[in-house]
């Protein structure tokens, strides 16, 4: 490290009394571990010394916390700098860190995949000779413990006693490049070292996974043995100096008394709705009641603690299933960028372990496993978006039941066994794999997503292309005018006081159901409840009964009120009725069916057919025996009213109802 000279050391003092003097008191009287200082303040007062910070940033500190230690007033006391303000050039993607930047400050903004947690390390080390009793004091600036080459007095090179040791807290964190500045490639990353003041328990959350920082620090080199080998292996890592959260949290968002009589004032217009839908995606024309739902979904129902422990969720889940540039992906993109620590992924390159959690061995700490979150858990108290929900691969598929349920996700790998919070909601959408959406094949024909999984979201909405003149001539002037530069692509409602009023909704606002509100939603599902029989199908469950009461909920949180009113329930009735009809709606019957629009296999219109279908085979088989002509079935079947009997004599089989002893014929199992 270089020798900082008397005189720089003096302007150093000079600097710190005319700038920080009182800083530094408050900081001793407070007992804070740094004084944060601002480079342009360092700029001002000396050009040669802020860029002896910039490049000798090692020595150039090491001397600034020791001039505080020297001062009339400090005591003694030995406090960190922390550095603010420093110059955009200095900021440098992980990938493009080469040798050049050894030893230099530098400043990286990256996403914390992995941490280890917070142990003591050893910052310093006074050794005594054995030989001569003189004492040698070693700083430990590497990985491992460093001890005395020779004692200085009488040439000794072995014999010495440890006396005393400085003790710190350490944690060691792997951040990698932000998706949004990655195209294609694997994002690199990088080992940070935090120490002292950066390991308090606020630090603490700030630097735990899924969190994006900026890191401001050295550039430093370390040497580390392979595995089974007396070679050593060198890697770089950054000796963080400061840490800034990049990404907001819940609890972080600063909501002032002008901003709450702000807020509450907005809660009691009359367009309150018709401000917010503007907000969401204004360049995307139309769309109004998925931009509605996507409203709810953001402020969220209440979530409850049944008297037998039994948490019942408030998040709500949303599927979006559409034709081809229908804007699907600009709007989950757009929604995340609203909403504190929301996700982005895409099924195409999301795995279990990158969607929910994953447990890694992990050499660089502790040489132990490690514990990785996935994006789920990233986002807990927040939304992921999953675009290409039908490319995720169908076994990382099944590790969303847990998270979109019970909101928890459960791992036990290796020596860790763990319940990660996932209190999540899940935005997802997705294409049609027959190009287009078709209003009359099942939902479980279009995507190849289980019913499971389906059935988990409270809402599903068909984004269709269908040609119409007059909206077409609308969206084309609207597109045009946006284009031309004649019409402004502003939000009705800012995105920073949106994101406050969501905040506050949130923190400050469980309403209860009212008992009309109540009636209203039993009266609704009732009266769907009736159009079921025995031979009608199911038109909605339980379920989405449940879903019905998060929706008013979120409705009545949007309206920061501390009761859910009729207006409310009739906002998620109709939201309801939308979904049922786009996904429900069986053509055949004039009916809804919930097993259509959650993806069964078979619907109650199948189970209809399926039924005359055996009492047709029962009586082929008293006339032509257990072998049956599969060309007689068809024929008959088709004079019975069954169109696609082909269709299905295949589910049947696909079910294990029949089977084909030999070609050309059908036989009941079991018959």
Known sequence: MTQITQEVEERLAQFLLENYKQEIIDAILENKKYIEIDYNKLEIFDVELADMLLEEPEATLEAMQKTIENLEYSEGKRLRIRLKNLPPKLKIRIRNLRSEHLGKLIMVDGIVKRASEIRPEVSEIVYECNSCGSTITILQKERTITKPDRC???????????????????????????????????????????????????????????????????????????????????????????????????????????????????????DLFEQLINSIAPSMYGLDYIKEAIILQMFGGVPKILPDKTRVRGNIHILIVGDPASGKSQLLQLVTKIMPRAKYVSG????????????????????????????????????????????????????????????????????????????????????????????????????????????????????????????????????????????????????????????????????????????????????????????????????????????????????????????????????????????GFEPETGMYDIDRAEGQRITAAQRSKIRRMREIIEELEARVGKEIPEDELIEVAKKEGIDNAEDIIRKMVQEGLLFRPKPGYIQRTGG
């Open 152 to 270: 200085e007095v009488c040439g000794a090179r072995k014999g010495f006693t440890v006396l005393d040791q400085k003790v710190h807290d350490a944690r060691w964190i792997v951040i990698e490049e932000p998706y949004e500045i990655i195209s294609g490639e694997r994002p690199s990353e990088i080992m940070v070292y935090l120490k002292e003041d950066l390991t308090t328990p606020k630090m603490q959350n700030i630097t735990d996974p899924g969190n994006r920082i900026m890191i401001t620090g050295i550039l430093k080199q370390s040497f580390r043995k392979l595995r089974g080998s007396k070679a050593k292996q060198m890697e770089i890592y950054i000796d963080a100096n400061n840490v800034e959260p990049l990404e907001t949290m819940w609890e972080e968002v600063e909501i002032t008394k002008e901003d709450e009589e702000k807020i509450k004032e907005f809660a009691k217009r009359e």
């Open 348 to 583: 195409t390159g999301v795995t279990a372990a990158g969607i929910t959690a994953t447990v890694t061995r992990d050499e660089e700490f502790l040489g132990g496993w490690v514990l990785e979150a996935g994006a789920l858990v990233m986002a807990n108290d927040s939304i992921c978006a999953i675009d290409e929900f039908s490319k995720v691969p169908a076994s990382d598929r099944v590790a969303l039941q847990e998270a979109m349920s019970v909101e928890t996700i459960s791992i036990a790998k290796a020596s860790i066994v763990a319940t990660l919070p996932a209190r999540t909601a899940v935005l997802a959408g997705s294409n049609p794999k027959l190009g287009r959406f078709d209003p009359y094949i099942p939902i479980r024909e279009q995507i190849d997503v289980d019913d499971v999984l389906l059935s988990r979201f409270d809402l599903k909405f068909a984004l269709r292309d269908v040609p119409d003149p007059e909206r077409d001539k609308q969206i084309a002037e609207y597109v045009l005018k946006l284009r031309a530069g004649i019409e402004e692509i502003k939000p009705a409602v800012d995105v920073e006081f949106l994101r406050k009023y969501i905040a506050y909704a949130r923190s400050h606002v469980f309403p209860k159901l009212s008992k009309e509100a109540g009636e209203r939603l039993k009266e609704f599902y009732l009266e769907m409840r009736s159009m079921s029989g025995e031979e009608a199908p199911i038109a909605i469950t339980l379920r989405q009964y449940e879903s019905l009461i998060r929706l008013a909920e979120a409705s009545a949180r949007v309206r920061l009120s501390d009761t859910v009113d009729i207006e409310d329930a009739e906002r998620a009735i109709k939201l309801m009725k939308i979904s049922l009809r786009q996904f």
